[in-house]
């Protein structure tokens, strides 16, 4: 992995906020820089491939597009909720599965709360086994997290966020602050998790906290960190399911919408979504499923990224422009898009039928017809 040394760094001050790479060795100080006031980094880590990408680009030199090989030392797994307690609920749960189940080493997994809404909670890439540099790696990471969410109770198998699949997301770094809240991200012990509530975990978040097994980055790790057996099996049925889906022939075929202007979802989850406001938690949640939809629907990404940006406009959502568009790029980033059943929590929460005899004569009056 000693090719891949390089991220993205952003940071809420920093002049066009991201497309800044630099090698992961330099995140400590260019936090400091920053005041380590909104900073962040890709979790990925990138070759020189990135850089001779960005250059042979005609305008601006920017990491959007990007599909090369990339490493990751850690498996993040973003738990989010406005309320946070069923943020902080959740990272108990996966927290006493991965002590009780699988046996971790204190060393290999951290948790930290983010500064706001929710938890990051991260798995050392070496439990699993070698980990080798793919351009597939963030599919087997998004698929790695769905697994471990089905770990969780229903109810809070939402606060999952599923949106950080792309390999260009980034992840806000260790003991700096959020804008909004003024609060640290701030590294939280297994202790600490299970005895504290929502409102003692946001005190310990007043001010940075020490790191003892990474340096200031949280994503170079101090420590040696063995592969476990379990965590090892659960990545290898992963990577077999992506290989036999990889080599499968496969064919959509889109029922293109013969009005963009005039778009009718056969989903009555999607369409509450498509005509609603939603509040902070759910927005990102709720974005890459309408992108998903889109994709179905036959537009591609420039058209679904145009429809997000109408969603949000009329709907106050709030999302910026580049959660947006990384929004669109992940719905797009694989050979075929991703379908969410009616058993989606977050469609559940938001579909309006009683019933599934409703739910399939709504399909059936929306179904495109060919």
Known sequence: ???FQLVDFAAHFQKGFRNHIVRLDELPSLMKSFRHFGCYATYFLFSDELLTYM????????????????????????????????????????????????RLDPAAWQ???????????????RLFGRVAPSKYLPALFDS????????????LRETVDLSIKDRMRLLRLPNTIHERSKLYKVIVSPDELSRLDAAQIRNLARRPRPLSVTDESGLASRVEVKANALAGQLFERVQRQLRAVRR?????????PADLDRIQFHCAGIEAIWQSHIEPGARNNCAIRLASELRQLGLNATETEHKLVDWNE????????????????????HRFPYRY??????????????????????????????
């Not at 499968?248 to 293109?256: A, E, I, L, N, Q």
Request: glycine letters at 2%; one cysteine or more.
């Open 55 to 102: 250059s042979a680009q005609e305008e601006v030199a920017s990491v959007s597009g990007y599909e090369g090989k990339v490493a990751a030392p850690y498996l993040p797994v973003d738990l989010d909720h406005p309320e946070l307690t069923p943020a902080l609920l959740a990272a108990r749960r996966l927290a006493n599965f991965f002590i009780e189940e699988w």
């Open 248 to 256: 499968k022939p496969f064919v959509y075929h889109f029922h293109r």
């Open 341 to 370: 059943s009616c058993k989606d929590p977050i469609l559940r929460r938001y579909c309006p039928l009683p019933d599934e005899e409703a739910c399939s004569r709504y399909v059936a009056a929306n179904l495109p017809r060919p």
């Open 314 to 333: 009329r709907n106050a959502i709030a999302l910026s422009a580049e959660e947006l568009r990384s929004v669109a790029h992940s719905a797009y980033q």
């Open 1 to 3: 992995m000693s090719k």
């Open 111 to 125: 948790v930290y709360f983010s500064g706001a809404k929710g938890f990051h909670i991260m798995l050392d890439s």
């Open 144 to 155: 790695l997290r769905r697994h471990l969410a089905q770990e969780l109770p229903e109810v």
